[in-house]
């Protein structure tokens, strides 16, 4: 008898732990790419840990900087799409675009996603590379995910 106990009490926890969701694991972040921007629409690709090859869109809202005239804040949401379907989705914030240069800097959130990304979470921060005349683009971005 008190060995059929222990088992169900062994058998028991397995089927309780086995039924917690998993932790986040905060992994770190890094990702490439190039791409367009037209009318403040994102569409782009590269390649980022954790997604692969992927592909983005977004669309950003500027505004001009009331202190800096050569400066554009920007923010808005943006979506990659790994090579196998799952969404990442996130925001960048804090976006500062100097228009004698066509440098953007900021910071990108994490707000969810889809697949593996259900839930997501983290930041980093981007660096964008703008052909102010075309609106090619080419960006750097470093950070964590978590998920």
Request: hydrophobic residues 45%.
């Amino acid at each position: 008898m008190n060995r059929s106990r222990n088992t169900l009490f062994v058998l028991l926890a397995i089927l309780l732990l086995g039924s917690l969701p998993a932790a986040a694991i905060e992994r770190p972040f890094s990702l490439t790419g190039a791409g367009t921007l037209t009318d403040g629409i994102i569409n782009a690709s590269g390649r980022a840990t954790h997604l692969g090859l992927f592909t983005e869109t977004g669309e950003l809202t500027f505004i001009p900087d009331p202190n800096n005239p050569n400066l554009i804040l920007a923010a808005g949401p943006v979506a990659f799409t790994a090579a196998n379907g799952d969404t990442l989705e996130g925001r960048l914030e804090d976006g500062v675009l100097d228009v004698t240069t066509g440098i953007a800097t900021g910071v990108f959130r994490f707000t969810g996603g889809t697949g593996r990304f259900a839930g997501a979470s983290g930041t980093g921060d981007f660096v964008v590379i703008q052909n102010l005349v075309t609106g090619a683009f080419e960006v750097t971005a470093v950070g964590s995910i978590d998920y």
